[in-house]
Every structure is written in structure tokens, then in C-alpha cells.
């Protein structure tokens, strides 16, 4: 069965940074888009950056120029470099990935999430 596994999310002072690391199992890796979301106190889950299989990137406007996304297929992990991290970084950030299960249906699976708090 398809496994997403966040870590590396901890406390952290503004200014500073994290790597997140998601591993993931129990689909053809290489052959997915991969994402991380993030999910604030009280506000709705917000996608952050995705990779695509061939390694193209996007980013949500608030963390362009601050975090990179990359992957390595041999390992099946997607990582999250976050730096210059900001108080309003704090977040729970989850692994996401779709899996197409036939032509008119495509899956989310999400990990259980990492938590992220940027605090002085």
C-alpha cells in the first residue's frame, strides 16, 4: 500500500532552517509528481512547492526564493529545504502525492504530517 513518512519538522528560531524529509513506498516512485502541503492553525491546507517527474518545481508565492523542493528517486524521497524561516512558516507540512487509479479517478494520499514551529 502506498506509505508517505514525513520528518524533520522541530522548533526552530526565525531565521533559521529545516530540511524535511518524506519517504515514500508501495508505488513506482519515479513515475509520480510529488508535493508538500502545509496546514496552519486554523486556516485551510495550502500547497507549498511539487516536483514533477522530471524535476521541474513550483513554488506558493510566500516561500519562493526561501525553500527548495527536490527528490531523489533511487531513494524514493522528496525532500523540503526551508530556510529563512519566518514565525508564519509554523505549520503542519504533509507529503502528498496523486496516484491516477484509472482513467477517471486519481487518489491523494498524504503522510501524517511533520510539525514546523518558527518561534523566538
Known amino acids: 500500500q502506498v506509505q508517505l513518512v514525513e520528518s524533520g519538522g522541530d522548533l526552530v528560531q526565525p531565521g533559521g532552517s529545516l530540511r524535511l524529509s518524506c519517504a515514500a513506498s508501495?508505488?513506482?516512485?519515479?513515475?509520480?509528481?510529488m508535493s508538500w502541503y502545509r496546514q496552519a492553525p486554523g486556516k485551510e491546507r495550502e500547497l507549498v512547492a511539487s516536483?514533477?517527474?522530471?524535476?521541474?518545481?513550483n513554488y506558493a508565492d510566500s516561500v519562493k526564493g526561501r525553500f527548495t523542493i527536490s527528490r531523489d528517486n533511487d531513494k524514493s524521497t522528496v525532500y523540503l529545504q526551508m530556510n529563512s524561516l519566518k514565525p508564519e512558516d509554523t505549520a503542519v507540512y504533509y507529503c502528498?502525492?496523486?496516484?491516477?487509479?484509472?482513467?477517471?479517478?486519481?487518489?491523494?494520499?498524504w503522510g501524517q504530517g511533520t510539525q514546523v514551529t518558527v518561534s523566538s
Open positions: 508501495g508505488f513506482p516512485f519515479r513515475l509520480y509528481r
Open positions: 516536483i514533477s517527474t522530471g524535476g521541474d518545481t
Open positions: 502528498n502525492t496523486k496516484i491516477i487509479k484509472s482513467p477517471w479517478t486519481t487518489v491523494d494520499y
